[in-house]
């Protein structure tokens, strides 16, 4: 069967293909992280994760491949929708900050590393 770029099952793959390529430090990432965020971003698509999860996902694929300042752009934003929406302490919050951390660390920033790590909310 043919699913289609908007099928919830087709998004979920190439999210993942994405990943495993942004891992491997190769732009291809970039590019299926970039069309993701377009077919998320249509209004009628229903994904089971929001327009920001992918701009974090890019962002944090920006950051792997040393592409520091788009990269934060795209964190930030993706930080202040969540912590808006969701709070501080839930996981898509949490994973923003995580991506923050490395990209300030990646970065040579310390203050900046310092000032997100205290937003690292830790279970108990």
Sequence with gaps: RVLGPAHAETVVAQSSLATILCRQKKAE????????????????????????????????????????????????GSYAEFSGKLGAEHAWTQLVVSHLVRLYQNWKRPAQVAAWQAKVVTKK
């Design 29 to 76: 990432g970039e590019q299926v992280f970039r069309s993701l965020l377009a077919v998320v971003e249509q209004a009628a698509l229903q994904s089971r994760y929001p327009p920001a999860y992918y701009r974090d996902r890019l962002g944090w694929c920006l950051g792997e491949l040393g592409r520091y300042p788009e990269s934060e752009s795209l964190l930030l």
